[in-house]
């Protein structure tokens, strides 16, 4: 089984704070990919990457960057955390056609 | 672009009914699609996949087709129960970075 985990379920942070949202899949696996997922807009794409130290802008980057220096860990940042932020995210990985994706985490930005 | 419209975007019915959720895409130069299960504040839980030289899935009580041509798919739910309550969310991959494109979902209702 694929397992896909994301550091935190939720947070709460301040306007203006640096916000990690880490994620991590067990299998080695070469794609992975963070959305955001907002009431009436669905699933957006923010960034995907497909090897170490590789990443692709998806639909929607602006005010977030990744990090990828191991194959098992895609990580999220936030530069400086807006209220407009404010969503549920979810990380995924992609692995025979197929998308797995962790649990979310629900992030709140005051 | 390739947009994924669900239609309807809430459905209740009562338990033991069989049901269809819709979907659709507007470009048919698809690789494939795949049918998700959300269940509240939740991760989504991969259900079906269908490769675009294939006409339809199924696992269990679940029923997925595709109809590439008319940029179509359907989810067919057997003998509904409540534990089927959840969002179902369709998505489209159309290159091979494996990149999807969600529809906005149907969130189903099973009353007992």
């Known amino acids: 089984d694929v397992k896909v985990t994301q550091s935190s379920r939720y947070l709460v942070k301040r306007t203006g704070e640096k916000v990690f949202l880490e994620c991590v899949q067990d299998?080695?696996?070469?794609?992975m990919f963070w959305y955001r997922q907002d009431p009436g807009l669905g699933l957006r794409l923010i960034y995907f990457?497909?090897?170490?130290?590789?990443?692709e802008k998806g639909d929607i980057p602006e005010g977030y960057s990744v990090s990828r220096e191991k194959k098992e860990r895609f990580s999220l940042i936030l530069e400086s955390a807006s209220t407009n932020q404010t969503s549920m995210y979810l990380c995924?990985?992609?692995?025979?056609?197929?998308?797995?994706f962790g649990p979310g985490t629900r992030l709140l930005v005051l | 672009k390739q947009e994924v419209t669900q239609i309807p975007a809430a459905l209740s019915v009562p338990e033991g009914e069989n049901l269809v959720l819709n979907c659709s895409f507007t470009d048919s130069a698809i690789y494939n699609l795949q049918w998700f299960r959300q269940d509240p504040g939740k991760g989504l839980t991969s259900l079906l996949l269908?490769?675009?030289?294939?006409r339809e899935q199924t696992s269990g009580r679940l029923n997925a087709s595709l109809d590439k041509s008319s940029g179509r798919s359907t989810l067919y739910i057997a003998a509904s129960q409540p534990g089927d309550s959840a969002t179902y969310l369709c998505a489209v991959r159309s290159g091979n970075t494996g990149k999807l494109i969600f529809g906005q979902g149907t969130t189903l209702q099973v009353k007992p």
């Open positions: 299998m080695d696996h070469e794609n």
């Open positions: 990457s497909y090897d170490v130290k590789m990443k």
């Open positions: 995924a990985t992609w692995v025979g056609g197929t998308q797995y």
């Open positions: 269908i490769q675009s030289s294939q």
